[in-house]
């Protein structure tokens, strides 16, 4: 798939809203966030995900986030939903998906400096994402 150049990215960023994936990974009722190293949301904790490309699949893009961000082959395991998060950098509608590891080993891309699983959100978690981890949870019954 063709990437952006950066002048069309600044040129779309000013006018579009992105539609974007998130993705939910649990271990022993635990979330797996990443601390961000990038705006918008420099050094807050997230949800790997990535932005859909033309002619991908959120499926598609879920599993491209999960091999990308964290080296991983994931399987999805349900839909939890869409979200959006509005800021001055940029307009993202996020579409959550709980996923389970088909293999791997975890390990962060460039985007992230550390990673770690939490049983409770940390205070510096991305405001849309916090939302979205709260229905995970109530969706699995956490």
Same mark, same amino acid.
């Given at each position: 798939?063709?990437?952006?150049?950066?002048?069309?990215?600044?040129?779309?960023?000013?006018?579009?809203?992105?539609?974007?994936?998130?993705?939910?990974?649990?271990?022993?009722?635990?979330?797996?966030?990443?601390?961000?190293?990038?705006?918008?949301?420099?050094?807050?904790?997230?949800?790997?995900?990535?932005?859909?490309?033309?002619?991908?699949?959120?499926?598609?893009?879920?599993?491209?986030?999960?091999?990308?961000?964290?080296?991983?082959?994931?399987?999805?395991?349900?839909?939890?939903?869409?979200?959006?998060?509005?800021?001055?950098?940029?307009?993202?509608?996020?579409?959550?998906?709980?996923?389970?590891?088909?293999?791997?080993?975890?390990?962060?891309?460039? =985007?992230? +400096?550390?990673? @770690?699983?939490? $049983? %409770? !959100?940390?205070?510096?978690?991305?405001?849309? =994402?916090? +939302?979205?981890? @709260?229905?995970? $949870? %109530? !969706?699995?019954?956490?």
């Amino acid at each position: 798939m063709k990437k952006s150049s950066t002048k069309n990215y600044e040129k779309f960023i000013k006018v579009f809203p992105f539609s974007c994936v998130d993705v939910l990974l649990f271990k022993n009722d635990a979330i797996l966030l990443t601390k961000r190293t990038r705006n918008p949301y420099k050094n807050y904790w997230h949800l790997p995900g990535h932005m859909i490309k033309k002619n991908e699949s959120m499926r598609q893009a879920v599993k491209r986030a999960g091999k990308n961000e964290l080296s991983l082959d994931v399987t999805i395991k349900k839909y939890v939903g869409v979200y959006e998060s509005l800021n001055s950098f940029r307009h993202d509608i996020s579409h959550g998906f709980i996923v389970k590891i088909k293999s791997g080993d975890i390990k962060t891309d460039f =985007q992230s +400096k550390e990673m @770690k699983f939490f $049983k %409770r !959100i940390p205070r510096d978690t991305i405001p849309h =994402q916090k +939302k979205m981890i @709260k229905e995970a $949870k %109530r !969706i699995l019954k956490i």
